[in-house]
């Protein structure tokens, strides 16, 4: 079956303007992941998403950045005013959560974001 | 507090000899572990996992890792390197009660000569 797909594959913007990243996860995979992939930070965790639960969003870095999950599917990545840090490659993944713990999440391959 | 340690940002391995990565996480408790792999434009892929049982766990394409407790530890290891194993690798835990939250170490890439 599909895997996890994200759209735009590729986005460059100017500094302070808002931004869209869309993820499409699996079917049937109740549980989304947002993670940021940068030179200086790594692989770190944004938000979460589980069923119709409110998201987690310890990992948020700052107030611009919010996300959505619409009928417990599509989620949506959200960063406003954005900034030259905000450069990265934004990764979202998926996982079923029925059957067991830490099934395993399956990564998308990513939007990779550029602000001048 | 919490983190994940891969020691050896950058390896060399000729192909055909073995290869172990390092990764070291503190915690409170043992967290679920991880190790996956990204190849030069290829998403992240799960390479192997361990919860609990059998501290040597198989993964694929002829990964193995051990969990040593006492050493806080979870290396990785293939006996025999090929070419299509250069990449980058990523030790991650999600502690028993972050929901599958993934914190990763910064990972190591693995160059591998002819």
């Known amino acids: 079956g599909a895997g996890v797909s994200q759209s735009p594959s590729n986005k460059v913007t100017e500094k302070g303007k808002d931004v869209e990243l869309r993820c499409d996860p699996i079917s049937g995979h109740t549980a989304l992941y947002w993670y940021r992939q940068s030179l200086g930070q790594g692989l770190e965790f944004l938000i979460y998403f589980q069923g119709n639960s409110a998201p987690d969003k310890s990992g948020l870095p700052s107030d611009r950045f919010s996300a959505e999950r619409t009928g417990g599917s599509v989620s949506t990545l959200t960063i406003q005013r954005t900034q030259q840090e905000d450069s990265a490659v934004y990764l979202c993944a998926s996982r079923k959560t029925s059957g067991g713990p830490y099934n395993e999440q399956f990564f998308g391959p990513g939007t990779r974001l550029t602000v001048l | 507090a919490q983190s994940v340690t891969q020691p050896d940002i950058h390896i060399t391995v000729s192909e055909g000899a073995s290869l172990e990565l390092r990764c070291n996480y503190s915690?409170?408790?043992?967290?679920?572990l991880f190790w996956y792999v990204q190849s030069p434009g290829q998403g992240l892929q799960l390479l192997l996992k361990?919860?609990?049982?059998?501290?040597l766990v198989q993964g694929i394409k002829g990964f193995e890792a051990e969990f040593k407790r006492s050493q806080s530890s979870f290396n990785l290891r293939k006996p025999s390197v090929h070419w299509s194993d250069a990449a980058e690798y990523f030790c991650?835990?999600?502690?028993?009660?972050?929901?599958?939250?993934?914190?990763f170490g910064a990972g190591t890439q693995v160059v591998v000569t002819p």
């Open positions: 991650a835990v999600a502690p028993q009660d972050s929901w599958g939250k993934l914190q």
């Open positions: 915690y409170g408790a043992t967290p679920y």
């Open positions: 361990y919860f609990s049982g059998d501290t």
